[in-house]
């Protein structure tokens, strides 16, 4: 299984980016997704979490800026990002999990640099 992460870049703060994962699993409605990030000196962090059933959570410093979604049918999740900080700045990663099959799977992460 691979999944694919792209969007990152360098954006101004304030700004917004949108990062999108595609996995190349047979039905990815079957797993529920997570975007984590880590800054240097931070610990890994779950930013927003996406179930089966489409219902999302997020930790708190990204409520109301950061928006998870998800389209089955292309195999994708996306991170929308808006009123970005420079303390947003971080390798994103997603990750697709069916814990009941013991299935557990990473992107390579992606880079977002918040700065002006």
């Known amino acids: 299984v691979q999944l694919v992460e792209s969007g990152g870049g360098l954006v101004q703060p304030g700004g917004s980016r949108r990062l999108s994962c595609t996995a190349s699993?047979?039905?990815?409605?079957?797993?529920?997704v997570g975007w984590y990030r880590q800054a240097p000196g931070k610990q890994h962090e779950l930013v927003a979490a996406?179930?089966?059933?489409?219902?999302?959570t997020y930790t708190d410093s990204v409520k109301g800026r950061f928006t998870i979604s998800r389209d089955n049918a292309k195999n994708t999740v996306y991170l929308q990002m808006n009123s970005l900080k420079p303390e947003d700045t971080a390798i994103y990663s997603c990750?697709?999990?069916?814990?009941?099959?013991?299935?557990?799977?990473w992107g390579q992460g992606t880079q977002v640099t918040v700065s002006s």
């Open positions: 990750n697709l999990r069916r814990a009941a099959f013991s299935e557990d799977y």
């Open positions: 699993v047979s039905i990815f409605g079957l797993y529920n």
């Open positions: 996406i179930t089966t059933l489409s219902t999302t």
